[in-house]
């Protein structure tokens, strides 16, 4: 067996979340957990009590649904965790509200840009309410032809937090690789860009937009 590249001292791998799970977890099993390979075990033996333990532990945003919490289980694909749970992930993910930095933003030497908690849960507000206004509602889909950038988490989020369906692609794809992958969709709504920046240069889209109306 190989020799591990590099062991934490134990007081700082004490203070890490994994050992207050552990902690915490031997207290609900009422059993001890040595080491991670005793937690790990655990959580292959028994999966559907380890990730119900999970969820309370990450204090979850939802409804874990009613026991069995595993369906399947021997089936690899095909066993089900939590096969009646309702969560939303946008709404778990600004579950954080304040001042403190939520998003960093660096587009080459174009734009810098930094979002608390407080205003990405504003931003994405306004987006939902804006994607309602077009009549967009649970299961519908929402279409993005946007780059890595605040407006596209901004717009996932909005889009999740509704409950429909978002599907994306970088502006440099070629006009009917993006026909192709929306077309499958048949998306309610597209959010486009008409530039991006690369390499230093603004690179225009606007003759691809011209062919998706």
Known sequence: ?????????????????????????????????????????????????????????ASVLGDKGNPPFLVDEAKMPGGRFFPSARLNFAENLLRKDGAATALVFWGEDQVKRRLSWAELRAEVD???????EAGVGAGDRVAAILPNMPEAIVSVLATASIG????????????????????????KVLIACDGYYYGGKTIDIADKLSQWN
């Open 1 to 57: 067996m190989r020799e591990p590249l590099r062991t934490p001292e134990k007081t700082r791998a004490a203070q890490t979340t994994l050992a207050a799970f552990s902690a915490w977890m031997s207290s609900r099993a009422g059993k001890s957990f040595a080491d991670y390979d005793d937690l790990h075990r655990y959580s292959t033996d028994a999966p559907a009590e380890f990730w119900s333990a999970l969820w309370e532990f």
């Open 126 to 132: 306004r987006a939902a309410d804006a994607l309602r």
């Open 164 to 187: 429909a369906v978002w599907s994306s692609c970088s502006p440099d794809f070629g006009a009917q690789g993006v026909l192709d992958r929306f077309g499958q969709i048949e998306p």
